[in-house]
């Protein structure tokens, strides 16, 4: 990890993000709304997109504003950029979406307290440039929406034997006729032991020293 | 939908009781609608922190979900017509939210020293944990305001309280086991919130009749 005071580029920023400092497998921050609407894949998808928008506009607008916000009220200042980002999410959604806004709505919301989007403005976007920020903000997002699609992909493949809702074959068929999807993957539970799964693979490939967690109470 | 059911029988106190035990248990705001998991990985090691958080935690939401519902009530629905209200909560509840703790913190600090050390470093930590804003937003969506939005508050607190301590009790045995390479810290942690929130939904038999 870079010190605090050096630039970073954005590249590099981009790069750590996506693997090095993944936010979830990693430092397992912000899974907080995202995860409960991972058991289908189309509504995952639009809920990473919302999330990769807002953590990448939040982080180049807190690095912008970030000679002229004063520290003692940073916290609520950034707080206040998620929720305007947050807003266009919800409107858009809300207008081409309907149906699905009833079911995520209150999830994509709750956008605004994200561990991850915070984090990355509080530690990242508060001392460093622009477009590097606005490179850490995407990758983060990016990073944290293919470990959240992984889960949706494997929750809606075991849960109800589709994917994206279309069927798949003879999959499906063998999948429904014969009753075994699998309800757990549907219900809550499913998502805490997927994505622990997960975790489990990506720190086998490439285990690292605990100290991400160690200081992850971030929010 | 049971919540509901509840409403239309006359027995009001019957109907708040429902609602307190389905905010505590059948919808358990961590295990079944997952919010609050980041607070609830890194303070959950030891069964002292996890106590003073989630006791934070319990205080903040019942208080905030009261002061929200009748911010909701009294000025946002009135004004609907002229102001986008569904909008605006968002970032009104989060202000709000903001000022209660804020508010808190100074009470807490003149009341007793004591108290202000054990909850004071959470209180601000709690303005962002993404429980207290949830529960402010599920009550809002299930209309459910005045007293019963107390009852809730409460009960989302207090469900996110026991499985914090629940779970610090576990982590302090786990300390003590041979966990995988990879699985350690919060891939077992998540593993063992999967079984805790697999117990939590067997409580739905207990209310839906």
């Known amino acids: ?219 | 939908m049971m919540i509901l059911a509840a409403q239309t029988e006359t027995n009001y106190a019957l109907s708040l009781l429902l609602i307190l035990l389905s905010a505590t248990f059948t919808e358990n705001i961590l295990l079944t609608r997952f919010l609050g998991m980041c607070p609830f990985l890194s303070i959950s090691r030891q069964l002292r922190g996890a106590a003073g958080m989630g006791v934070a935690v319990v205080f903040v939401t019942t208080i905030t979900c009261a002061a929200n519902a009748a911010l909701y009530q009294f000025v946002l629905l009135p004004l609907k017509d002229y102001i986008p209200a569904e909008s605006l909560k968002l970032i009104l509840f989060i202000v709000m939210i903001a000022a209660v703790v804020q508010l808190l913190e100074m009470i807490v600090e003149r009341i007793s020293i004591r108290l202000y050390f054990a909850l004071g470093i959470f209180l601000p930590l709690i303005t962002v944990n993404c429980a207290i804003l949830g529960a402010s937003l599920f009550m809002v969506n299930q209309d459910m305001l005045g007293i019963r939005s107390v009852v809730y508050g409460f009960g989302a607190g207090a469900g996110w309280c026991i499985a914090i301590l629940l779970m610090a009790g576990i982590r302090q045995r786990l300390a003590k086991a041979n966990v995988p390479a990879g699985l350690e810290g919060p891939g077992i942690t998540l593993i063992i919130t999967g079984i805790m929130a697999l117990a939590f939904v067997i409580f739905q038999g207990m209310i839906q009749k």
């Open chain 1, 1 to 219: 990890m870079p010190t605090p005071n050096e630039p970073v580029s954005a590249m590099r920023a981009l790069r750590s993000q996506l693997w090095g400092e993944n936010p979830i497998f990693r430092q397992v921050l912000g899974i907080c709304s995202a995860l409960a609407v991972t058991n289908l894949v189309f509504n995952t998808v639009l809920m990473c997109g919302g999330l990769i928008w807002a953590t990448s506009l939040s982080s180049l607008t807190a690095s912008l504003l970030r000679n002229y916000t004063p520290k003692r009220i940073r916290m609520m200042v950034n707080v206040l950029i998620i929720a305007v980002y947050v807003i266009c999410v919800d409107i858009a959604l809300r207008a081409w979406f309907p149906e699905i806004h009833k079911n995520i709505g209150a999830y994509v919301g709750l956008i605004v307290t994200n561990c991850i989007v915070l984090g990355r403005m509080e530690s990242f976007a508060s001392r460093n440039k622009p477009l590097a920020s606005l490179a850490d903000g995407f990758g983060a997002g990016v990073g944290y929406s293919f470990i959240l699609l992984l889960v949706a992909v494997v929750r809606e493949l075991l849960g109800f034997g589709t994917i994206l809702g279309l069927p798949l074959g003879t999959f499906t068929t063998f999948w429904t006729r014969h009753d075994a999807q699998w309800i757990i993957m549907v219900m809550p539970p499913g998502a805490f032991f997927v994505l622990a799964m997960v975790v489990w693979f990506f720190r086998t490939r490439s285990p690292r020293q605990e100290q991400a967690t160690a200081k992850g109470g971030a929010a």
